[in-house]
Every structure is written in structure tokens, then in C-alpha cells.
């Protein structure tokens, strides 16, 4: 696929960019007793060096995406891709993913669900696994219902060809692309036509919720996937709280505590609550990141103090001085809630630091809510802006 170009108008009240001294290389707002806090740049906005943009791209004095790579292009860094998002596909390789969560058509899939019509070709022939597996191409053919005809696993939308049939999905909910007479069925909670006259589950955007299949851990919202039963690969919940993405009915199903209005965990701005998904400390209220025992990290309580919060008054109660309820803060300033903020935009910085911004994040930037971001579209993990 051809590279494709990028144009990002600007917000008003775009943040100011400071530098420092010539052999500095941060690009933050410098405020007086605030600690150095780096900001990414916006597509558009004035730069000196590559470094300065959240597109990693300086050109001719101005921050830009003009060589970002299409879907399905090999990729090593999420800045290489138009989407911002850079993960592994069906063979294991780095490639530009779709903010979609799924494959377009005739790109490689090896599964029906990597694929956004839900229809995975192959050439007829096994890969050696032992389900019979092949790398295919997605095409527009929806794929094999449970019960039906199938030759290789990749044919059937719950991922296992069993004796020559499609094999049921596994316990709990149908997979996309299987037979549904209502939304309470299926995996993603949405139940309607996908080709003419087929009425099934649907696939929904971003990562994938529990139950739906996947073929790595990247695929899962809550970054676990796991065989099953039935021998095929489908994402698993975390025990406890559903963590953002995830399905909910109600605030009190998510650990961030906010359902959103398309039935998914969302995140309130900011750092992230107990037992949400993390890469370090500098991700949680409490400030203490730890593997469970799925594999996966999470945030956990820090003893002896009180994440951030309504729980937290007082600076030396916290568990991160900065969080005790007070005045607002300006842009430049260490955050970590958005109701730290005066703008009500605490996101993190290409250091993973939490910082107050001016204004919404630009494509590329970090981010850990949907209302972060310009786009009003905050995706993968790490969680960026999309465009």
C-alpha cells in the first residue's frame, strides 16, 4: 500500500512548546517550581526537531505525518503508522494496524475475527499446527457458523474446525459472525445483519472484549488470550473489575468506575484506579504497577497511603503528593487526575508522566480517557490518540 498523507488542523489554543538550553532535547511548558514535564506536538505545529512532534516528523519548521505508513506496512515504532497504532499480525510480525482492531480485505489474517468482514481465505492447506490452522487473506466471504462445513479453522468464526464442522464457541456468549437472535448472546453485546438476510453477532471497534477470538494477547482488551475448551484462542477477563474497554452494564462493573454510552469501561482522565491494566508505576493513582498471576499488569493499592482521589485530601495521605484535592493547575503542571487540571486534560507525556494540557491531545499523543483527545478517539495499549 502506498504511504498516505496526514493534515491535522490545529485547536485553538494550541500548547506553547519551550525549549531549553541548545543542548537540551525535551520539549515541554517550563512553569516555575513545576518539574520538567515533556508534551508531544501536534501535526501543523512549529517545530526545530523531530523530536518536538507527536509524529515524530519535523519538516521545513512544521510538525507532520507526511511518510506515515498505511495498514498492514511493517512498522517498529506506533509513530511510523498513519493509525499510531503498531502491532503484531497474524504472523507475528510488527505491521500498522487499523483503529478498527481488525484486518482489511486482502491483508494477511489466520483467523476469521482478525478480519473486519469477518471472512479469512486460505489456500487449502495446513500450516503444520495442530488445529489445522493456514495464513489466509481476508476477503468479504463471512465466515463459517457454527455447525457448517469446514476444512481449516480459519474458515469458522469460532476458530475451530472440528471432524469437519465448525465447532460451537466456547461457554459464556457467541463470537462475531455467529448466529444471534439478540444482543445478550453475543460477546460484543451487539446482534444484527452482517450480510444480507444473515442476522449474527457483531464485531465491535478496538480491542477485543472477552470471549471474542484473537490470536495474541495485543488483540485483548484486557491483554489476555487464552485456548479454551472448545481448542480455540479467545480473549479472557481479568478477575474483579472490568478494566477500560471492556463490556459493562454499570459504573460499578469497571474499575474506573464510569460505564460508558456504548456499553464499554472507560477511563475518567488521568491515572488509572486499582486493578486497571499498566506498564509501570508512573500509570497508577497509588503509584505500584504488579503482574497477576493472568500475566497481565495491573495497578495495585500501595500500603500505608491512599491513591488518588476523593479519598485523598491531604498531600502527605497520598500516595503521590501531587494528587490532594486543591486548586486547579495550569497547563505544564504535574497531574494526576483530569480534575487536577484547570483544562480537564491530565494525560501522560512521552515519558509516560502525567502532565495538565491546555488543550485536547493531538493523533499520536498519549492518552488515558477518551475525552483526552481532539478526536474524541483514544485506542491500544499504551492508549494514543487516533486520528
Known sequence: MAFCWHHRQLVAG????????????????????????????????????????????????TCGHAACLAEGAACLLAEDCCSYLCQQDSSGQLACASDLGCSSTGLLCGRAGACCGLGC????????????????????????QS????????????????AGKC????????????????ADQCCGG????????????????????????????????????QVGANGAANCKALPGCAVIFERCTTGKD???????????CQGVGGCFAK???CQSNDDCCSGTCRTVPEGALRCANAPGCKPAGPACKKGEDCCDPVAAVGTCRPAGSACALATDCCSGVCVPSLAGKLACRDACAPGGARCTSVSDCCSRHCAGFPARCLP
Open 14 to 61: 494550541a500548547m506553547a512548546v519551550a525549549l531549553l538550553a541548545a543542548s537540551a532535547c525535551i520539549r515541554d511548558v517550563e512553569l516555575a517550581r513545576a518539574p520538567a514535564l515533556i508534551q508531544c506536538a501536534g501535526d501543523g505545529t512549529s517545530c526545530t526537531q523531530d523530536g518536538m512532534c507527536c509524529s515524530g516528523s519535523c519538516t521545513a519548521g
Open 121 to 144: 481465505a486460505s489456500d487449502g492447506t495446513s500450516d503444520g499446527t495442530s488445529d489445522g490452522t493456514s495464513d489466509g487473506t481476508c476477503n468479504g466471504t463471512l465466515c463459517a
Open 147 to 162: 455447525g457448517a462445513a469446514c476444512t481449516l479453522a480459519s474458515d469458522c468464526c469460532g476458530g475451530r474446525c472440528d
Open 167 to 182: 465447532a460451537p464457541s466456547g461457554p459464556g456468549c457467541h463470537v462475531a459472525g455467529d448466529a444471534c437472535t439478540g
Open 190 to 225: 451487539q446482534c444484527g445483519p452482517v450480510v444480507e438476510g444473515v442476522t449474527a453477532c457483531l464485531l465491535r471497534d478496538g480491542c477485543r472484549v472477552a470471549g471474542e477470538t484473537c490470536s495474541s494477547a495485543t488483540d485483548c482488551c484486557a491483554g489476555v488470550c
Open 254 to 264: 469497571c474499575c474506573s468506575g464510569l460505564c460508558g454510552g456504548d456499553g464499554r
Open 275 to 277: 486493578d486497571e491494566r
